[in-house]
């Protein structure tokens, strides 16, 4: 791999000090338990993936904890895995994620639109809301349409990992997160989000004085953030975080964030003190005119 990843939309193809005992306890031995074996449950889920596909063309591919399944070429469906997948499994883990999802996922990369919206059906018996890809935790899935590029599989992996390490995390959080890296790349040994088509929605509202304020942002229930206004929220997410994460805060303020989100469900306490400020409303005018200065990468 390069030293710099590009994945683009465009692109079709992570010591106990123990005190003695006054006298010797013998405890009777445990029965013996049988050892995790990942690997196993990976292959066990490719292999019941291959029987519901068969015959129709799929290639299949386990890399932990996906099974990776793809109509497209052998060869473009082994890049995504390893390429993608892979890499991108590998970074997120290093960077964010101290827990991994508990259970084998599975990954469809449809080779087009009709193959994507025909199998999504078939398969899943859903009607995809979006051209380029979900996940659905009902299912344990990721449901893309490759063609549309692998920066929608990026962003959908993300969520995955926060369920399983952030519990708690709000809409504005996952899918700030996820969107960060559906155009991204690697920068020192750590995944770094891009510019991306997110950006020109945002500065038309910033222009026109209709973004939202940052304190309701963070404060939008999930319902609220997939709202009306989901594009606007989605942008904005995207981008508080860029600033995080160009200033070298991003990764810090996400620990801080799943640490402490008992206390602070919304965030707001952890973002305040990463951002340095006392008021997220104050904050933002400054923001939203460096917002202003940034182009598409």
């Known amino acids: 791999m390069r030293s710099t990843l590009l994945i683009l939309l465009a692109t079709a193809c992570t010591g106990r000090v123990v005190q003695p005992l006054p006298?010797?306890?013998?405890?009777?031995?445990?029965?013996?338990?049988?050892?995790?074996?990942?690997?196993?449950?990976?292959?066990?889920?490719?292999?019941?993936?291959?029987?519901?596909?068969?015959?129709?063309?799929?290639?299949?591919?386990?890399?932990?904890?996906?099974?990776?399944?793809?109509?497209?070429?052998?060869?473009?469906?082994?890049?995504?895995?390893?390429?993608?997948?892979?890499?991108?499994?590998r970074i997120l883990r290093q960077d964010f994620f101290a827990k991994s999802p508990d259970r084998v996922l599975e990954i469809w990369l449809f080779r087009d639109a009709a193959s994507y919206r025909k199998h999504a059906r078939e398969l899943f018996n859903d009607v995809p809301s979006t051209p380029f890809g979900y996940y659905s935790p009902t299912h344990g899935a990721l449901i893309m349409n490759i063609a549309t590029g692998t920066g929608t599989l990026v962003h959908e992996i993300v969520h995955p990992f926060v369920a399983a390490d952030f519990p708690g995390c709000p809409a504005w959080m996952n899918e700030g997160l996820g969107s960060l890296f559906e155009q991204c790349g690697e920068a020192d040994g750590h995944i770094v989000g891009h510019t991306n088509w997110r950006l020109d929605g945002l500065q038309e509202a910033i222009r026109n004085g209709s973004t939202v304020k940052l304190s309701a942002l963070v404060a939008t229930t999930t319902a609220e953030f997939y709202g009306d206004r989901s594009r606007l929220h989605y942008a904005m997410a995207r981008y508080l975080l860029y600033w995080l994460q160009q200033e070298g805060k991003l990764r810090a303020f996400y620990r801080a964030f799943r640490d402490g989100c008992a206390e602070d469900p919304t965030g707001a306490h952890a973002l305040r003190a990463a951002l340095g400020v006392t008021d997220l409303d104050a904050f933002q005018p400054g923001w939203e005119r460096w917002v202003a200065t940034l182009r598409r990468e």
């Open 23 to 89: 006298t010797p306890v013998v405890q009777p031995e445990p029965p013996p338990v049988a050892p995790h074996e990942p690997r196993l449950e990976l292959e066990e889920r490719a292999a019941e993936v291959a029987a519901r596909v068969a015959g129709k063309g799929f290639h299949i591919v386990s890399e932990d904890p996906f099974v990776v399944a793809g109509d497209g070429a052998p060869a473009a469906v082994e890049r995504c895995a390893t390429g993608t997948v892979r890499w991108a499994v």
